[in-house]
């Protein structure tokens, strides 16, 4: 069983930059790949980003790639998503995730989930 917990989220303004951390429970974190999710109001729940389980791979939605950077510190069971020059179509509550098994953007791969941070930019 692994518990998640994300935070750093808040209300930014457009170009500010913000990094959610997310602390995962247990003795095998390293072992999982990890991704980031968003929900926006009203919106269907979208992958964001995600890493392997040693920080080598990463993968990211197009809307993203360029401003946000996913990193992992195995040694803290820390996963990082780094967003740079924030847009309000970034607004979302963003969920971390742990995949036991592959290196996905499917959310249905993942198996263990955080409760979320609300992330807001203003205009």
């Known amino acids: 069983q692994v518990q998640l917990v994300e935070s750093g989220g808040g209300l930014v303004q457009a170009g500010d930059s913000l990094r959610l951390s997310c602390v995962a429970s247990?003795?095998?974190?390293?072992?999982?790949?990890m991704g980031w999710f968003r929900q926006a109001p009203g919106k269907e729940r979208e992958f964001v980003a995600a890493?392997?389980?040693?920080?080598?791979?990463?993968y990211y939605r197009n809307s993203v790639k360029g401003r946000f950077t996913i990193s992992r510190d195995n040694a803290k069971n820390t996963v990082y998503l780094q967003m740079n020059s924030l847009k309000p179509e970034d607004t979302a509550v963003y969920y971390c995730?742990?995949?036991?098994?592959?290196?996905?953007?499917?959310?249905?791969?993942?198996?263990?989930w955080g409760q979320g941070t609300q992330v807001t930019v203003s205009s």
């Open positions: 995730a742990a995949d036991r098994t592959t290196f996905s953007t499917n959310q249905g791969a993942y198996d263990y």
């Open positions: 247990g003795r095998t974190f390293s072992s999982y790949a």
């Open positions: 890493i392997n389980w040693s920080g080598s791979n990463t």
